[in-house]
């Protein structure tokens, strides 16, 4: 037992002489700078006791607020630390990498994009290109830095969201991007719509003072190009088009100062407008766009699809699951033609040298259209060849509306559907159409939801 005690001192020394150093202690405090009088590099230490040198002072400054505190050791304290495999230094966490920047950390192939207060990560390269960034925008900065910003809705090209001229669903660059045109020198940043963010506008940034005022970066803007780009995967070369916002997003009022910026939590105000609000009966639905609420039937499984563009206006159709109605192909819709879009999309062909004085008469007839003149307009527009019924009538929820009644197999696409009752109404924001179309052996539950959302409208002026 006594040599046993003996020769344990030993086996300690041993065990500290062959540790690594992260083991016994780092032998210099870690996440601090430190020179030599031997060399005028400076160094430093990271959290896992290695070493790496600043290349520059700006890249210094990210770590540091001043040089008083490098710390002066003897050259020998420094070679006790082994250098880093890095090579270099990322961007400290006192980086401010500035509205629109590009990043990465060097532990992790993700890359994000900072707005704002968060980072967006970008799913796919294929998405990174097709948005319009580029690969010499990416910045390597350390884990503490991107740790700041609260992570935000990744970015990623997704075909299933679909949208026209509204905005709504339209798949585009991120909120809050700065975005231009190849060789044309405006600017504009995509905000959320003031009357529903969850459609995207276009604003024009008025000038390059502004610009300035506003500590947005001048090489982080996207490009937008209308030839293709070649995007490179693993075993694939692609020629594909950018995604382009100028295409489908309305142009907003121009931002002429940092007041006229519309900074807000998208996702905050998305999830309350898009929130499921149940009663015992009913669930609500909200288009403040257009001024509108109404309810569905509790006990109607309804599957919406993102308001997209049809030929009459802007819809929202709603389907109700099949195990509500069985045997049955029931839809609900809404069509809205609204004022201000009608507004957006003319000045959106005149920019484009595309309107006519044609064009121009024909949205103001629209906006003056009388109820009678709408419901001959949508059996023009669908093709309805027959005189079905138009009945007015006036009510707490529409104020005065027009039921037209359409019989299967006289209009596009109507053979499938046994009825479509259409419901047109309008005020100051613009017309408003609810539409139902059903086939079953027995009608009577579609027209009985059809009946309870018309009674549960709210239009606002």
């Known amino acids: 037992m006594k040599k046993f005690f003996s020769f344990l001192p030993l086996a300690l020394f041993s065990l ?15 996440q601090k700078a430190y020179k030599s009088s031997q060399s005028s590099s400076v160094w430093y230490v990271t959290e896992n ?13 990210t770590y540091f607020e001043s040089w008083s505190e490098v710390q002066q050791v003897t050259q020998e304290s420094l070679n006790n630390v082994p250098d880093d495999q890095l090579g270099f230094l990322p961007y400290g966490p006192l980086f401010d990498p500035r509205y629109g920047a590009v990043v990465k950390t060097t532990n992790d192939p993700k890359i994000y994009v900072v707005l704002g207060k968060e980072k967006h990560w970008v799913e ?9 960034y580029k690969w010499d925008w990416v910045e390597d900065v350390d884990q503490r830095m991107l740790d700041k910003y609260q992570t935000g809705k990744s970015i990623r090209i997704d075909t299933s969201e679909v949208g026209f001229f509204n905005g709504v669903g339209v798949f585009s660059q991120p909120y809050f991007s700065l975005v231009k045109k190849k060789n044309d020198p405006k600017v504009y940043r995509i ?9 995207k506008v276009l604003r024009h940034i008025v000038d390059a003072d502004v610009f300035a005022d506003l500590g947005f970066r001048m090489d982080r803007i996207l490009e937008i ?48 407008l898009n929130k499921t609000n149940y009663n015992d009966d009913y669930f609500t639905h909200i288009e403040p766009k257009y001024g509108l609420t109404f309810q569905f039937p509790r006990d109607f499984n309804f599957a919406f699809v993102p308001n997209f563009e049809s030929l009459f206006g802007t819809r ?7 195990q509500t109605l069985e ?40 906006k003056a259209a009388t109820l009678e003149d709408i419901v001959k307009e949508y059996r023009e527009v669908y093709g309805i060849t027959d005189d079905s019924d138009v009945v007015f009538h006036e009510n707490e929820s529409l104020g005065r509306y027009a039921l037209l009644i ?36 027995s009608p009577s539950k579609p027209e009985r939801v059809l009946d309870e959302i018309i009674n549960s409208v709210e239009m606002g002026s």
Request: with cysteine; charged share 25%; proline share 6%.
């Open 406 to 441: 359409v019989e299967p197999g006289t209009g596009i696409g109507e053979s499938q559907y046994k009825t479509k009752e259409v419901y047109v109404t309008k005020n100051d924001k613009g017309w408003y159409l609810f539409v139902g179309n059903y086939s079953q052996n």
């Open 191 to 199: 905000e959320p719509d003031r009357d529903d963010p969850r459609r």
């Open 327 to 366: 045997n049955s192909t029931v839809s609900y819709e809404t069509i809205f033609f609204n004022y201000d879009e009608v507004d957006q999309i003319f000045d959106r062909l005149s920019d484009n040298g595309e309107a006519s004085s044609e064009s121009a008469g024909y949205f103001n007839e629209m």
């Open 225 to 272: 190009d209308s030839n293709p780009v070649t995007i490179v995967e693993p075993g694939v070369t692609l020629e594909v088009n950018m995604v382009d916002p100028f295409v489908f997003l309305p142009i907003g009022q121009p931002i002429r100062s940092a007041g006229d910026l519309y900074t807000i939590d998208v996702s905050q105000e998305v999830e309350r």
């Open 49 to 61: 006791c290695t070493k790496r040198a600043f290349k520059n002072s700006k890249i210094y400054f």
């Open 124 to 132: 796919s390269s294929s998405a990174y290109q097709q948005l319009g």
């Open 16 to 30: 500290l002489l062959f540790a690594p150093a992260d083991a016994i202690g780092c032998p210099l405090q870690e």
């Open 316 to 322: 929202i159709v709603f389907w109700p699951s099949h």
